[in-house]
């Protein structure tokens, strides 16, 4: 990764510091953009009461920083969760879980109030599908699914040697030609075996935050 592209995307990552408010619990993403955010996060970690996080490697982080995470089972509210993406379009839809943090990344966007997406042009496409999509899926159940997702006409390839934080395998999924988000996200979703995909339709992005050369654009979708 150079050095401008780490630029840009530190700069998405820090101006996502503005919808942060003293006193919450944080919604705090997986990427190479988020650790950025996590970086800035610390200089306010007196402000906020802490953190809950999508990964084991964030966890990590943010406990490095001195941050406290909590279950998210312990918490009520998550105003604002902050996050990466591998692609997003115009609408807030997103491809994510290049990082393999995809479920417990739908689990905490789907809690929270407000999801922030972090990063830099290069993600921002005009039709999502480019990147292979991710789908988290139960060990036993990976062959059986594969062949249910060539039905659909995507390519599964496994991520072999990868084993998500939930002890599950990931399928890339290749050549999907994504004309309804929404409808392939539900699809996918149905499959036996399929635990989740990294298809952020039906709860996509409320504002994207993406860090080009001549500045952070503010994209908002709702909220
Ligand atoms: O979904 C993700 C991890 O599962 C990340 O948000 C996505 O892969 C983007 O990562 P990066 O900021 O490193 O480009």
Known sequence: MSGNADALKKAAAEAAMQYIE?????????????????DALAERKHDIEGAVSSSEASTERLKSHGIEVF???SVADVPVYVDGADEINEHGQMIKGGGG???????????????????DETKMVGRLGQFPLPVEVIPMARSYVAREIVKLGGDPVWRQGFTTDNGNWILDVHNFDIMEPMKLEAQ????????????????????????????VQTLKVSG
């Open 188 to 215: 996918l979703n149905n499959i036996v075996g399929v635990v989740t995909n990294g298809l952020f339709a039906q709860r996509g992005a409320d504002v994207a935050l993406i860090a080009r050369e001549d500045g």
């Open 101 to 119: 943090a995809l479920t417990r990344e739908k689990i905490i966007a789907a809690v929270a109030k407000k999801f922030v997406c972090v990063a």
């Open 71 to 73: 279950e998210l089972n």
């Open 22 to 38: 003293d006193g919450t619990v944080v919604g705090v993403g997986t990427g190479s953009t988020v650790n950025f955010f996590i």
